[in-house]
């Protein structure tokens, strides 16, 4: 895109997202030296504009290329337009980490829901993740949420997942490819899904689980104690009869759990370490 597309680009998504403040990157010099300042050829900064702030963000390459979260939104909404069968979807996003970091999530509300078990039925959702600080690089997960509530439960192992360092070359057309294939791996996830629904465990595989979980000792017990949305009991309560809980349970309570914790990217990472851990039960 052009400097002068993208600032279209930019305010024409700015408009349609009024209550999200949304960062600006931009490049600049390095210099080094006390009284005789001299550039550093080798490096440039990536300084983030967020809330009347600047933030050096990254130390990064010369040719490196700046994208604003901005076209992201922008091209995954033009690349949606060419799948109507999915539905419109719903978005969310999240700045995170003054600007440094983005997560942009799309909830098919639309598509006819998947039922898991009985009270528990979940609608896809594609997750974008980007970053200015070099930590994230720009990534399409598949997932899907509960429909019995706002979870926000990430697809792990065996579903597709795209990652790209820049989006040079990445047009609309691929955009809308990777969609498709994300809502092939949301299929396939959800079949996975209902094998956990029908798995306990054992009390050695509990306590080991246990064991791997992102969770420290105060976090367990809350987990544990969440009461499950269409289910109507917690983990506690169900393990009063069961040596060890159902995987599906286990799922929904962290994720839960995870839902409302204050920091995005606590939810984000911790949500990506729960579904690896129970993948690796399989």
Same mark, same amino acid.
Not at 244 to 251: A, I, K, R, S, T
């Given at each position: 895109?052009?400097?002068? #597309?993208?600032?279209?680009?930019?305010?024409?998504?700015?408009?349609?997202?009024?209550?999200?403040?949304? $960062?600006?990157?931009?490049?600049? $010099?390095?210099?080094?030296?006390?009284?005789?300042?001299?550039?550093?050829?080798?490096?440039?900064?990536?300084? =983030?504009?967020?809330?009347?702030?600047?933030?050096?963000?990254? !130390?990064?390459? $010369?040719?490196?290329?700046? =994208?604003?979260?901005?076209?992201?939104?922008?091209?995954?909404?033009?690349?949606?337009?060419?799948?109507?069968? #999915?539905?419109?979807?719903?978005?969310?996003?999240?700045?995170?980490?003054?600007?440094?970091?983005? /997560?942009?999530?799309?909830?098919?509300?639309?598509?006819?829901?998947?039922?898991?078990?009985?009270?528990?039925?979940?609608?896809? /959702?594609?997750?974008?993740?980007?970053?200015?600080?070099?930590?994230?690089?720009?990534?399409?997960?598949?997932?899907?949420?509960? #429909?019995?509530?706002?979870?926000?439960?990430?697809?792990?192992?065996?579903?597709?997942?795209?990652?790209?360092?820049? &989006?040079?070359?990445?047009?609309?057309?691929?955009?809308?490819?990777?969609?498709?294939?994300?809502?092939?791996?949301?299929?396939?996830? %959800?079949?996975?899904?209902?094998?956990?629904?029908?798995?306990? !465990? %054992?009390? +050695?595989?509990?306590?080991?689980?246990?064991?791997? &979980? +992102?969770?420290?000792?105060?976090?367990?017990?809350?987990?544990?104690?969440?009461?499950?949305?269409?289910?109507?009991?917690? !983990?506690?309560?169900?393990?009063?009869?069961?040596?060890? $809980? /159902?995987?599906?349970?286990?799922?929904?309570?962290? %994720?839960?759990? &995870?839902?409302?914790?204050?920091?995005? !990217?606590?939810?984000?990472?911790? %949500?990506?370490?729960?579904?690896?851990?129970?993948?690796?039960?399989?």
């Amino acid at each position: 895109m052009s400097n002068e #597309f993208s600032n279209a680009v930019r305010q024409e998504v700015e408009e349609r997202y009024p209550d999200i403040e949304f $960062p600006y990157a931009r490049r600049e $010099p390095i210099w080094y030296g006390r009284r005789k300042h001299h550039m550093v050829g080798e490096k440039i900064g990536i300084v =983030v504009s967020y809330k009347d702030e600047d933030y050096l963000s990254y !130390l990064a390459s $010369p040719n490196y290329k700046i =994208v604003q979260y901005q076209e992201i939104v922008w091209r995954t909404e033009k690349a949606m337009e060419r799948l109507e069968e #999915f539905g419109k979807p719903t978005p969310h996003i999240e700045i995170i980490q003054e600007g440094r970091k983005f /997560n942009y999530e799309l909830k098919f509300k639309d598509c006819d829901p998947v039922k898991i078990r009985d009270g528990h039925e979940v609608h896809p /959702n594609i997750m974008i993740k980007a970053s200015h600080d070099g930590m994230w690089e720009y990534q399409i997960n598949s997932g899907a949420i509960a #429909f019995v509530c706002t979870n926000g439960l990430v697809v792990g192992e065996s579903a597709y997942m795209e990652k790209r360092k820049h &989006l040079t070359g990445l047009n609309i057309e691929a955009i809308a490819d990777t969609m498709e294939k994300s809502m092939e791996a949301f299929s396939t996830e %959800t079949g996975i899904w209902k094998q956990w629904a029908e798995r306990q !465990l %054992t009390a +050695p595989e509990w306590a080991e689980v246990q064991e791997d &979980l +992102p969770f420290g000792k105060k976090q367990l017990p809350a987990v544990l104690s969440t009461r499950l949305d269409g289910a109507g009991y917690s !983990l506690n309560e169900y393990l009063k009869d069961h040596d060890g $809980p /159902n995987v599906w349970d286990l799922y929904m309570g962290s %994720t839960q759990y &995870l839902r409302d914790v204050d920091s995005p !990217l606590v939810r984000i990472n911790k %949500t990506n370490q729960v579904t690896s851990v129970l993948h690796s039960l399989n």
